[in-house]
């Protein structure tokens, strides 16, 4: 089970005529509220045991990119090993907020057409 979230997404979702920059940032919080989603659930599911020694494989900020490659992968290994059916809970959650996603993508895109037409004080008019 691989996805991929890139500009087609956005596309399908009906969000295509977003700005590149906007685009950029929607992709980043689809990821990351779907990586606090499948946490949340994943957690819910754990012994608190289990939940401690997750979180041991963890990064942290002092980590540097290969340490943070190295524990992606041992959490990973983890998830595979002590719950094999994780795959169909991100699978279940990334499905659940594409459909949130897409039935609010008419306001996304009106309110970021708002924030174009109407920049922040301050704010250098992009044209």
Do not use: C
């Amino acid at each position: 089970m691989a996805f991929k979230l890139d500009f087609t997404t956005l596309d399908e979702l009906g969000l295509g005529s977003l700005p590149v920059e906007d685009k950029r940032k929607m992709l980043t919080h689809i990821l990351e509220t779907l990586e606090m989603r499948v946490g949340t659930t994943l957690a819910s599911r754990m012994t608190d045991e289990q939940l401690d020694e997750f979180e041991r494989l963890m990064p942290t900020e002092q980590d540097d990119q290969t340490a943070i490659a190295q524990k992606e992968q041992s959490a990973l290994h983890w998830l595979e090993t002590n719950f094999p059916s994780y795959k169909e809970v991100v699978s279940e959650e990334l499905n659940k907020l594409m459909a949130e996603i897409k039935q609010v993508a008419p306001q996304i895109l009106s309110d970021a057409a708002l924030s174009r037409n109407n920049p922040a004080p301050g704010a250098t008019p992009a044209n």
